[in-house]
């Protein structure tokens, strides 16, 4: 079955209903905006956007553009990480001349993976008021269409460009009992899989889940032995923006992981490091550079 939408604007009354709420001036109003599909905003998010003096945003020709689809036009100030602490102090002096800003960034929730902290901790810090409005994340979407069976999840956003670094940071995720959340632009797609199936191992679940709301969403779910095939059977597959879901640790995995550090702290109270590293990855099965940076740690606890 199929539904026509009246030619009149769909849900007036609550239209009139939003745009009679309160909206408190000299406040910063972060606003979510669509990650693809423009029908993904709330009526409050549009109701803002109208009655806002200014938008600050990540880049103003692609804000122009999203604007203009809903019929709106503002004043919009440049507002990225390269000048985010000068644009923080403009939108401050602003907010407290009793002015309305909105926060979007170029897709999805300011703040999270994209600029828009420093902005919010200096309006805080000036003893202004910071309103957000929910709506859409390219995280959280991933995460309900995933069906990883986890009741919690740990955002890490970005992995870091250059491999070793890359290495390390997922290293330090290996025990985490959580859904892990990342970001990865599609040119990096398939060395960020490759990473992720050499130190997780080949049996964890990953999903991809590729151009969220546009017109070629793809949601694949494999072990992560599967991952890097699955990224090379299509070309199209290493372009559009990725979030990437990869199944937490295992309380087994816990507990193995409890056990190493039992073997390092006895080790360590003996040899030098990088030996007793080096035992214990003979002894465990565990990855020695991985049980090197725990020594570390452990050593500096002690």
Request: hydrophobic share 45%.
């Given at each position: 079955?199929?539904?026509?939408?009246?030619?009149?604007?769909?849900?007036?009354?609550?239209?009139?209903?939003?745009?009679?709420?309160?909206?408190?001036?000299?406040?910063?109003?972060?606003?979510?905006?669509?990650?693809?599909?423009?029908?993904?905003?709330?009526?409050?998010?549009?109701?803002?956007?109208?009655?806002?003096?200014?938008?600050?945003?990540?880049?103003?020709?692609?804000?122009?553009?999203?604007?203009?689809?809903?019929?709106?036009?503002?004043?919009?100030?440049?507002?990225?990480?390269?000048?985010?602490?000068?644009?923080?102090?403009?939108?401050?002096?602003?907010?407290?001349?009793?002015?309305?800003?909105?926060?979007?960034?170029?897709?999805?929730?300011?703040?999270?993976?994209?600029?828009?902290?420093?902005?919010?901790?200096?309006?805080?810090?000036?003893?202004?008021?910071?309103?957000?409005?929910?709506?859409?994340?390219?995280?959280?979407?991933?995460?309900?269409?995933?069906?990883?069976?986890?009741?919690?999840?740990?955002?890490?956003?970005?992995?870091?460009?250059?491999?070793?670094?890359?290495?390390?940071?997922?290293?330090?995720?290996?025990?985490?009992?959580?859904?892990?959340?990342?970001?990865?632009?599609?040119?990096?797609?398939?060395?960020?899989?490759a990473a992720l199936a050499k130190v997780f191992g080949p049996h964890r679940q990953i999903v991809f889940a590729r151009e969220l709301t546009k017109l070629f969403e793809e949601i694949h779910r494999?072990?992560?032995?599967?991952?890097?095939?699955?990224?090379?059977?299509?070309?199209?597959?290493?372009?559009?923006?990725?979030?990437?879901?990869?199944?937490?640790?295992?309380?087994?995995?816990?507990?193995?992981?409890?056990?190493?550090?039992?073997?390092?702290?006895?080790?360590?109270?003996?040899?030098?490091?990088k030996q007793a590293a080096a035992l214990a990855a003979q002894i465990s099965g565990k990855k020695k550079n991985a049980l090197y940076e725990r020594a570390l740690q452990l050593k500096q606890e002690?």
């Amino acid at each position: 079955m199929t539904s026509t939408l009246p030619n009149s604007p769909p849900f007036p009354s609550i239209m009139q209903e939003v745009s009679q709420q309160v909206y408190p001036l000299s406040t910063l109003y972060v606003v979510a905006t669509p990650i693809g599909n423009t029908g993904d905003i709330t009526l409050r998010a549009l109701n803002v956007l109208s009655i806002a003096d200014a938008v600050a945003c990540e880049d103003t020709r692609n804000t122009a553009q999203l604007l203009h689809r809903y019929g709106l036009s503002k004043e919009l100030i440049a507002a990225h990480e390269h000048n985010e602490r000068e644009a923080a102090a403009k939108l401050v002096s602003r907010l407290q001349s009793g002015q309305r800003i909105a926060l979007v960034s170029d897709a999805g929730t300011p703040a999270v993976s994209d600029p828009g902290a420093r902005i919010v901790d200096a309006v805080r810090a000036a003893g202004l008021r910071v309103m957000p409005l929910p709506g859409a994340s390219a995280a959280v979407s991933a995460l309900s269409a995933g069906g990883l069976l986890h009741d919690r999840f740990y955002f890490v956003g970005f992995l870091p460009v250059k491999a070793r670094q890359r290495e390390q940071v997922l290293e330090d995720l290996l025990a985490v009992p959580a859904t892990l959340v990342f970001y990865e632009a599609p040119h990096r797609i398939a060395e960020t899989t490759a990473a992720l199936a050499k130190v997780f191992g080949p049996h964890r679940q990953i999903v991809f889940a590729r151009e969220l709301t546009k017109l070629f969403e793809e949601i694949h779910r494999c072990p992560l032995q599967e991952a890097e095939a699955w990224i090379a059977a299509d070309s199209n597959r290493e372009k559009g923006e990725y979030v990437l879901l990869v199944e937490g640790a295992t309380a087994a995995a816990s507990a193995d992981d409890a056990e190493a550090d039992r073997i390092l702290s006895i080790l360590i109270a003996e040899l030098p490091v990088k030996q007793a590293a080096a035992l214990a990855a003979q002894i465990s099965g565990k990855k020695k550079n991985a049980l090197y940076e725990r020594a570390l740690q452990l050593k500096q606890e002690t």
